[in-house]
């Protein structure tokens, strides 16, 4: 009787972690987890079961890819969590905690090695953070704080280099303020034109997007999207 080997031509591959994009038909061992997995073909995009957390919880954020994703912070039995977990594209794992407990931060990472966490509070609006803290893959670290305490803000980017987009701050509700961080400092850039809070961000220090959201004190919900990007400048003799 033929084998795997065989019939495809190689071996099954034998490694400690998924592949990050395995192609249709694959077939690999994974020893970290000892169970031997297929890529299935699909002609659909498709939602599927994936690993729970170890611990439920709202308002958190999150940063990374479907197979390498961090999960930090938010809210559980009105109390905030400081709890911090990885996704290996099969399971949760607790790894380091954060050193502030809080949800609705805002999050940016490109993986589950690093990411940066910054804003966010308690869902009274009587408190907001300033504290900015970043992930390396082991633990958190504080660096430098955002010039203005605010929440439910909108960013993108990656742990050295992210923006802040819009923000809510208790003592003047809506803000257009920008903030944009270089891996040392958060400096504050050129305002939106509409100050909300509950948008969405995308793209990166040099080209963000921010869609939707709200506005005080009327609470409209918006459907404007702002782009953020560097102004060129061409030299001519």
């Known amino acids: 009787m033929a084998d795997y080997k065989d019939i495809v031509g190689s071996k099954v591959t034998v490694v400690a972690t998924n592949p990050t994009n395995p192609s249709d038909g694959q077939v690999w061992y994974n020893t970290t987890d000892n169970v031997l997995r297929y890529r299935n073909p699909a002609s659909t995009a498709a939602w599927a079961a994936g690993g729970n957390l170890n611990s439920g919880r709202g308002a958190h954020s999150a940063a990374g890819t479907q197979t390498a994703s961090l999960a930090f912070g938010g809210l559980r039995s009105d109390t905030y969590q400081s ?16 050193n502030t407990a809080r949800g609705a931060g805002t999050a940016a990472g490109a993986d589950n090695t690093a990411a940066l ?4 509070g308690p869902p009274s609006f009587g408190a907001a953070h300033e504290a900015t803290e970043q992930w390396n893959g082991t633990s958190w670290t504080n660096v430098a704080d955002i010039n203005t305490a605010s929440r439910i803000t909108s960013g993108c980017g990656i742990s050295t280099e992210a923006l802040l987009m819009g923000r809510f701050t208790p003592s003047s509700p809506t803000y257009g303020n920008t903030e944009s961080w270089n891996n040392t400092t958060w400096t504050e850039v ?22 939707g959201g709200r506005t005080s004190p009327s609470n409209i919900n918006l459907a404007s999207s702002e782009e953020f990007g560097a102004v060129s400048t061409i030299a001519v003799d």
């Not at 709890?83 to 954060?98: A, K, P, Q, R």
């Not at 966490?117 to 966010?120: D, M, R």
């Not at 509950?198 to 040099?206: D, E, K, L, N, R």
């Open 117 to 120: 966490l910054f804003a966010g």
């Open 83 to 98: 709890t911090n977990e990885s996704y290996n594209g099969t399971s949760w794992t607790e790894v380091g905690d954060l």
């Open 190 to 211: 050129s305002d939106m034109s509409t100050g909300v809070y509950f948008a969405i961000g995308s793209g990166t220090t040099s080209a963000g997007l921010c869609v």
